[in-house]
Each structure stands twice: as C-alpha cells, then as structure tokens.
DNA sequence: CACCAGGCAAGTA
DNA sequence: TACTTGCATGGT
C-alpha cells in the first residue's frame, strides 16, 4: 500500500485519487486533450501556452498553419524575428519564438526533423532530453511527454497545486516533483488516465476552483468535504 | 481601469 | 535554497 501523509496523518490515496477520477469522467465526460493533431502541433502549443490563456495561443497557431508553418524544416529556416511576428497573438512572442527555436533544432539537428526517431529514446531520457532545451521547464517538457509523446508521465500545472490545497489533499508546498510524485505513485501509469485526469482538474479548476478554498458548486464536493 | 492566463530562466541574497 | 523580475497579448 503506497501512503502519504497528510494533514498529520498517513492516508491511502489510491482508492481516493481513482474515486475522484470517475466522479469528474461522470461529470465531464472525455476531455479529448490535448487541442492538436499531430505531435509538433501539441509540443509548439505546450511552448505558446506558458502563462498565456489558451484562447491567445489558438490564434497564434492559427497563424502558423495558414502560414503552413507547422513542418519542422520550415520552422528551423525561419528567422527568428519573422517566427514571433507569426506567433504575436500568444504574448512573450520574442521569448517564445527563440524557446521554439531550441526545440525546432534539437528535433532537426540531433533527430533528422523526424519526432518519430526521438521517440526512441525510453521515458527518462526522453525527459532529459527534453528539460535539456532552454525554454522547457518541468511542465512544458511533461506534457509534451505526456500529450505528444504518449508516455505515462503526470503533468503538473497550476491547476494541479490549487486541487491539492483546494481540496486538503496534501499539505506543505506542493512542488512540482512532490505533486508528480503524489499522483504517479498512487495511480496506475496508464497514458489515457494520466492525459484525461489533468484534463479533468483544468476543467474544474476553470469552472469551481480558481482561488476560493470552498467550491460550493463542485462536484467533488459530497466526498471530498466531510 | 486592474488583473489574470495551462511558465521559464536569470539574477539576487 | 528561496525569493524576485522580465517577458506581452487579449479577455473580463
């Protein structure tokens, strides 16, 4: 039995973590995530989306597909400069276009411009891999892993930490290895579970959670405040 | 008008 | 290790 304590003592999380899963599913249905069609797709939405409402990033990659911009070669000649005005709508678009860049020619340089051959790589090396690019940090690279890549890794956002203060589940600072930790140890590592639960906390984080630490209209509500 | 959104890296102490 | 700051658009 893996345990964590909490609220000063030592609790079983399986049982409640794979509870919640099916009150949300029934709730919500299957989230679908991630918005994309192809690999690349989701990796350069996973860049755009950093501290940016999804809607501004949609446009932005609305852009790079009018432009069909979404090819790997294309996107490792661009300049720079010409990329961020393209991207313009998702903010930080100077940053980010330079952050798209490094991953652009790690996929081109070290892999042929082809994901599949960097899909070689087992999930920790992937990671490593991955981390490795300036402009990916934990969460960018995690669902990439996750949402792109197919690999059983559990993403951690900022609607993860608020769920767990939220709804009393872990305390202390929940930081990003912790919270990974506390999810992946206690939940079997199945890609589809892993890509629908984090949906599922984004969605009810959007609709209950924002900052309030009571959701009177959550549905979680019945079982998670006794 | 102010505040925030599916972060990250670099700088400071 | 643990803060702080810059990066920027668009919606509420």
Known sequence: MITWWA????????????????????????????PG???LEIAIGAILTQNTAWRNVE???????SLDMLDVKKLYDIETESLANIIKPSGFYNIKAKRLKNLIRLIYEEYGGDIEQLKRHG??????????????????GDSIMLYALNR??????????????????????????????????NLPKDVYLFNEYHALIVSLGKDY??????????????????
């Open 7 to 34: 609220r000063g003592k030592m609790v079983d999380y399986s049982h409640r973590l794979m509870k919640i899963f099916e009150l949300l599913f029934s709730h919500y249905g299957p989230r679908r995530w991630w």
């Open 37 to 39: 069609d192809t690999p």
């Open 59 to 65: 446009k932005a990659i609305e852009n790079l597909k």
């Open 123 to 140: 999930d920790s090396d992937l990671r490593m891999r991955l981390l490795s690019v300036k402009g990916i940090g934990e969460e960018t």
């Open 152 to 185: 059983p890794i559990f993403v951690v956002d900022a609607y993860t930490k608020r769920f767990l203060e939220n709804h009393r589940l872990y305390d202390g600072k929940p930081d990003y290895q912790t919270v990974q930790k506390f999810f992946m140890e």
């Open 209 to 226: 959670c924002k900052r309030a630490p009571k959701c009177p209209l959550c549905p979680l509500k019945e079982d998670l405040y006794r």
